[in-house]
């Protein structure tokens, strides 16, 4: 496993080395298996977790060899949240999922296409990374001021898109979603 966002890795320093790996090998459906074997269960909880109310069950983990331990949520649809502090909860994902999904991703070629409404629309030109059946990937900051979205298209055209495709992908798919061309 590893954490949904790049940004978190610095927790990893918070665990013992014998928990780090552990849960670079297990996946999130294991690690799920293990927490019921090995944690003590705490309670039943409903936490706020993207913008819902989601119910939980809140595991306790001893660490191996140490008196150290660490809280985990698991989610009734099977996620798993390294549970910080009272409002700090940490997702970890499956470490080849995000993989898997940069090598669907292509890079297009749009030529004056349009994305918007069919009121009001951008025209835009240049490359963008496309995924079949989702659509090019966007910023959702990148919105202008009439709520239009258009794909992420780098100064650096088509090498810029190249050097993410090579690098594996993005760090963090925090703020993208996909958006479809008008009338795809």
């Known amino acids: 496993m590893r954490y949904k966002n790049s940004d978190d890795n610095r927790?990893?320093?918070?665990?013992?080395?014998?928990?780090?790996?552990?849960?670079?090998?297990?996946?999130?459906?294991?690690?799920?298996?293990?927490?019921?074997?090995?944690?003590?269960?705490?309670?039943?909880?409903?936490?706020?977790?993207?913008?819902?109310c989601v119910k939980c069950r809140a595991y306790d983990l001893t660490e191996e060899n140490s008196k150290l331990h660490k809280e985990f949520l698991v989610t009734e649809d099977g996620r798993v949240f390294y549970w910080r502090s009272l409002i700090s909860k940490i997702e970890l994902?499956?470490?080849?999922?995000?993989?898997?999904?940069?090598?669907?991703?292509?890079?297009?070629?749009?030529?004056?296409?349009?994305?918007?409404?069919?009121?009001?629309?951008?025209?835009?030109?240049?490359y963008a990374l496309?995924?079949?059946?989702?659509?090019?990937?966007?910023?959702?900051?990148?919105?202008?001021?009439?709520?239009?979205?258009?794909?992420y298209i780098p100064c650096g055209g088509k090498r810029a898109l190249q050097s993410i495709l090579d690098a594996g992908g993005f760090c963090s798919f925090d703020g993208m979603e996909y958006v479809q061309e008008l009338g795809a």
Do not use: H, W
Request: cysteine-free; hydrophobic content about 35%.
């Open 93 to 126: 994902v499956d470490a080849e999922e995000e993989k898997q999904e940069v090598s669907k991703m292509v890079i297009k070629r749009l030529k004056g296409a349009k994305f918007g409404t069919d009121r009001i629309a951008r025209v835009v030109t240049g």
């Open 11 to 52: 927790y990893r320093v918070q665990f013992m080395r014998s928990t780090e790996e552990l849960m670079d090998q297990l996946t999130v459906k294991e690690f799920i298996s293990y927490l019921e074997e090995n944690a003590e269960f705490e309670d039943y909880t409903v936490e706020y977790i993207d913008k819902k």
């Open 130 to 151: 496309y995924e079949e059946g989702k659509g090019y990937i966007a910023f959702s900051s990148d919105r202008d001021e009439f709520g239009i979205l258009a794909p």
